[in-house]
């Protein structure tokens, strides 16, 4: 069946008329094209002749006379008077025999093996499913993590956003979740990754467990703005194909942030101007576009769940790209590097994250056991620097006093994992009704 879905997906992109254009000029990054102007569109794909070769590129802009192209890679050897072929709008045929695969944002392997092809091509970019038409939020997924099973619960449809910094388990915490939130398939996008990070991922981080899954989608950060910026969509048209056979979709997007400064190299090389700290105004527009995207399906279908992560310099939660996200989306989990840094991983701020699936998600009972866990934290952070000075009197505040009792079980039970929801509020009841270690039916985080 892949090989004849194979054959089909060749017959349908099969051309019928080739269209070629001249360089114009060459100038500041960007390619101006003569004679493509009658079949062109923004967006579209264009090859061009090269010396020693070809390259590739997108066209941005349009005049009257030629069309602005901003190159995929290497320019070197271009020269005016070189033929530039228009290959039109890409799109992208998902199919089942993609599953515990990698692949580059233009649906090309990267694993050395041949891809099937499926019947039904796919653009890139498309409008987010109708709002009125989307189902409501899911049932409660269990993750594999006892924080995310109670005080940050994740629902079928959810999206949240993962801000860090660089070096606090970023990665670390999102392969967990992939390997441990309940899904069908997990659709992975490493945008802008160190090269030798995607091996080490795959086979260490992520395993064969979570790779028999997933579907890696990947741009290295060395690939040209273009081709990351593009890796955002691409697997975001993978997650819709299988969002619309009615499976459940994971989506681990990392990260937003690189996805946006991609976008804000191309839109400054197309003459759009620079705004708040640099970013141009159709960032924000482009962002919402992606995490809308994601969520809940129609009836009858799936859902894709989303995980966004972005990051944040010196923790910083009101720069641009993380201010947008958190306006967008369904909570948002922050990791401290001051938590890192004192080992405790993962270094979740719980105080400062939030899950707006509650209280829908949990019980009367398990959003009381939420609510005193939270206050429990509230109160230790807001006098931390008191109790550590070695100001604080016992007496003085009975509900500071409780929090000091409960402070140093709520902290270990953030790092345990779970083997279900249930055995995760038994261990959170068992932490704040004494200060021994939480000893419900779960597994140290190791």
């Known amino acids: 069946m892949d090989k004849l879905e194979s054959i089909a997906h060749r017959i349908r992109t099969l051309r019928v008329a ?23 569109s923004v967006g579209d794909r264009v090859l061009i002749s090269l010396q020693n070769g070809e390259v590739s590129g997108e066209i941005v802009g349009l005049a009257p006379r030629y069309a602005e192209v901003l190159p995929e890679g290497n320019t070197e050897g271009l020269s005016v008077g070189a033929e530039a072929e228009l290959l039109f709008a890409p799109t992208m045929s998902p199919c089942d025999g993609w599953i515990g695969r990698i692949i580059d944002p233009l649906g090309q392997p990267l694993d050395g093996r041949p891809l099937p092809r499926g019947i039904e091509p796919r653009p890139f970019r498309c409008e987010a499913l109708p709002a009125v ?15 995310f099973d109670t005080l940050l619960p994740l629902v079928a449809g959810q999206r949240i956003g993962l801000f860090a910094g660089s070096g606090v388990g970023k990665s670390t915490l999102l392969s967990n979740l992939a390997r441990g ?21 795959v086979d ?50 990392d990260s937003i ?7 804000r190299e191309i839109a400054l090389a197309a003459g759009e101007p620079p ?23 129609l009836a009858g279908e799936g859902d894709i769940t989303g995980i966004f992560s972005v990051l944040v310099a010196a923790s910083d939660m009101e720069e641009p790209i993380a201010d947008i996200l958190r306006g967008t989306l ?40 939420i609510g005193k866990a939270r206050a429990a934290l509230g109160a230790y952070t807001e006098s931390e620097l008191m109790i550590r000075a070695g100001l604080y009197a016992p007496g003085s ?28 509020f038994a261990a959170l009841a068992e932490a704040l009704r004494t200060p021994a270690r939480p000893r419900a039916a779960v597994r140290g985080a190791g």
């Open 18 to 40: 080739r269209h070629f254009g001249r360089v114009q000029s060459i100038r500041a990054g960007l390619i101006s094209v003569e004679g493509l102007n009658g079949h062109a």
């Open 397 to 424: 505040d009975p509900k500071l006093d409780e929090a000091v009792k409960l402070y140093p079980q709520l902290d270990e039970f953030v790092t345990l994992k779970s083997d279900g929801i249930a055995q995760s």
């Open 275 to 297: 705004s708040y700290r640099g970013f141009p105004p159709s960032v924000s527009n482009l962002i919402m576009a992606l995490a809308e995207r994601a969520g809940p399906g």
């Open 330 to 369: 369904d909570g948002h989990i922050v990791l401290e590097r001051s938590i890192a840094e004192r080992g405790r991983f993962p270094a979740i701020d719980v105080v400062r994250s939030v899950s707006r699936s509650l209280p829908d998600a949990a019980s009367p009972d398990e959003n009381g056991m």
């Open 133 to 147: 038409r989307r189902k409501r939020l899911g049932a409660r997924l269990p993750t594999g993590l006892a924080v």
């Open 257 to 263: 942030t690189r996805f946006a400064e991609a976008h």
């Open 181 to 201: 939130v309940e899904a069908d398939v997990v659709v992975i996008a490493m945008i802008g990754e160190r090269g030798r990070e995607l091996r080490e991922f």
């Open 204 to 253: 260490k981080t992520l395993g064969p467990e979570g790779m028999a899954r997933a579907v890696i989608v990947t741009a290295t950060s060395d690939r040209s703005p273009l081709i990351r910026r593009r890796c955002a969509w691409a697997a975001m048209a993978v997650a819709e194909h299988f969002r619309d056979q009615g499976k459940h979709v994971l989506l681990l997007a």
